[in-house]
């Protein structure tokens, strides 16, 4: 068995029962050098709680890709202390899988030392209260690069909003920044292909969000701050972006985020990246903004000065009162000899 690097069981014919699990437990703790198991089955012939054991064992293993396709689970747990260490590609295509199995699946998703990068869900039946579970999870992972969400119909406009809202939160210049940048690729439920124009756009867009995800030699830091570059800081994409997400196109300026200090660098980059147009853009439309931020900055320069006097003048009378002080104790000394 320390020889096994590969290992596939197809199951398509027979049941695999409890006792039948446990029996390949010693072997799979033993397989030393086991990077891929693949079992397949067809329609739930295999129970949840066989699974549960399966992973288990293999939580001291190398293995890097575990398969269990088409079993039709129902249910199953994951307990986060006891996972594979090295696990890179987790597929569950076809295992009738919900909000409640996504919720042990994102434990996988929020572990500090989290090394999956792949993750296929395809033909489940997850539906937007299990993406807003995963999306939860994917807010502070940053390993996972591609996920499978193919034949999950049941996801609708609401659970793609939240896909583009966990890859690009346009609703504030941090939120942004703290959106998820590793997540580049995914295959979406096949009602997504040929919708009206409105989920379309939607998908189009968070296919636009991947390709900077993706974008060479870049690293979350820099594609946060390219994402604000080119979403925050262009009015007609920014704009959209609200629409998308559901925030409307009342929302504030991103420009009450910045500092006054920051404002010539920024508005610079707007020149540069959008054009004059946007430039003036910038200006005609959040003049406002703009002005309550300078006016904030002229009011703590002001009252900079202020403290800077009092304690100028608290240093003169300071100053007096040690010299005062000086010439009451030569007076006592005087009169002491």
């Not at 067809?42 to 293993?61: K, Q, T």
């Not at 899988?97 to 996988?108: D, G, P, S, T």
């Amino acid at each position: 068995s320390s020889s096994i690097r590969r290992l596939s069981l197809p199951f398509e014919e027979n049941y695999i029962c409890l006792d039948g699990i446990q029996s390949m437990l010693p072997f799979l703790q033993n397989a030393s050098n086991l990077l891929e198991l693949n079992m397949t089955g067809n329609n739930g012939n295999i129970i949840s709680e066989g699974f549960s054991l399966l992973f288990r064992a293999l939580s001291e293993s190398p293995i890097k890709k575990i398969t269990f396709n088409n079993f039709h689970m129902d249910s199953f747990e994951i307990d986060d202390a006891y996972v594979p260490n090295n696990l890179v590609i987790l597929d569950l295509n076809g295992n009738k899988i919900n909000a409640v199995e996504c919720r042990q699946i994102a434990k996988l998703l929020r572990r500090e030392d989290a090394t999956l990068e792949e993750l296929h869900l395809g033909q489940n039946e997850i539906d937007d209260e299990g993406i807003s579970i995963l999306a939860n999870a994917l807010q502070t992972n940053t390993s996972l690069s591609l996920m499978n969400l193919h034949g999950n119909e049941e996801i609708t406009i609401e659970g793609m909003k939240l896909l583009l809202k966990l890859i690009n939160d346009i609703s504030s210049i941090k939120a942004t920044l703290q959106s998820n940048h590793t997540l580049h690729s995914m295959s979406f439920p096949e009602s997504f292909e040929s919708v009206p124009m409105f989920e379309t756009e939607i998908v189009r867009e968070i296919k636009q969000i991947f390709r900077m995800n993706e974008y060479p030699w870049s690293n979350p830091d820099r594609t946060g701050k390219r994402k604000v570059i080119l979403t925050q800081l262009d009015s007609k994409r920014r704009a959209k972006m609200c629409r998308l997400q559901g925030l409307g196109d009342d929302t504030k300026s991103p420009y009450t985020e910045l500092g006054p200090l920051l404002l010539p660098e920024v508005l610079e980059i707007v020149g540069k990246h959008h054009g004059l147009r946007e430039f003036y853009e910038s200006f005609r439309v959040r003049v406002a903004d703009l002005w309550t931020t300078v006016n904030r900055k002229k009011v703590v320069q002001q009252r900079r000065d202020e403290i800077s006097k009092q304690m100028e003048a608290l240093a003169k009378e300071k100053k007096e009162l040690d010299t005062e002080l000086e010439l009451i104790e030569q007076e006592e000394m005087d009169s002491m000899r």
